[in-house]
């Protein structure tokens, strides 16, 4: 007769067969560093809109400031939150410890630290562009054949061109009175008084062609006399009769 195993003997050979446990590590997120220390903090979680008042505001500076001396101050109402720089690395690490954790109007603010920021002064002025370059605001799709990059020329010192200063001295020389008078009206005659004629354009300098005409300039800023002209009379229109009139 035989023996059937019994359980006792059955179980480590079931040991053996099951497959050892693992564990998916793939799916995990990386890894993220904290932040390293610098002279910046950032105070988090300051969810009283009363903190950003200017009175608490001002008394939450003059704490911090008393511990450490503030370089830049900057609350964010809307993020709930306080950006404040120090001007050494080691005052910042200190006011962490002493905040962090800390309970401001019913909450406990968390401070990390936040960017390094510049306590040196810098220029914010733009630089001078590279005077030895020409800079087009529309440039041409390609220069012209034969063009070439050179050095502008400097501007005109002169106020006035050659042409236009030789009319403005004319203006000052005396009026000549060897030239007809122009024809005027005679209604013109009473109501002004020519004091100069001055000729800007003479044919006789140019040809003495009949078809050029003379262009002269007469001042006219003498005085002015009034011209009497006489108002038409107002005729008045007489009422209609009264028996022409509808009884209303």
Not at 9 to 21: G, I, N, T
């Amino acid at each position: 007769m035989s023996l059937s195993p019994s359980p006792e003997s059955s179980r480590p050979s079931s040991r053996s067969s099951r497959k050892p446990m693992s564990i998916d590590l793939s799916n995990l997120p990386q890894l993220i560093q904290p932040t390293p220390p610098s002279n910046t903090l950032i105070i988090t979680n300051l969810q009283d809109p009363e903190i950003f008042r200017a009175d608490n505001l001002q008394t939450i500076k003059d704490l911090v400031n008393a511990s450490a001396p503030i370089h830049s101050w900057a609350p964010l109402k809307s993020f709930r939150r306080i950006i404040v720089s120090f001007f050494e690395e080691d005052s910042a690490i200190r006011i962490k410890q002493i905040l962090d954790g800390e309970a401001i109007m019913g909450e406990r603010v968390k401070v990390y630290f936040g960017h390094a920021t510049s306590i040196e002064p810098k220029d914010e002025h733009l630089n001078l562009p590279d005077a030895g370059k020409l800079f087009f605001i529309s440039p041409p799709p390609s220069p012209p054949h034969g063009w070439e990059v050179k050095m502008e020329d400097a501007p005109n010192k002169q106020v006035h061109a050659e042409d236009l200063a030789e009319a403005l001295a004319k203006l000052h020389h005396r009026p000549r009175t060897d030239l007809p008078a122009s024809p005027v009206s005679d209604g013109e005659t009473e109501g002004r008084t020519r004091s100069g004629s001055l000729v800007l354009y003479n044919p006789s300098e140019h040809g003495l062609s009949p078809n050029l005409p003379a262009i002269s300039l007469d001042d006219m800023t003498g005085d002015i006399s009034p011209i009497n002209v006489e108002k038409p009379l107002l005729a008045h229109t007489s009422r209609p009769p009264l028996e022409l009139m509808d009884e209303s």
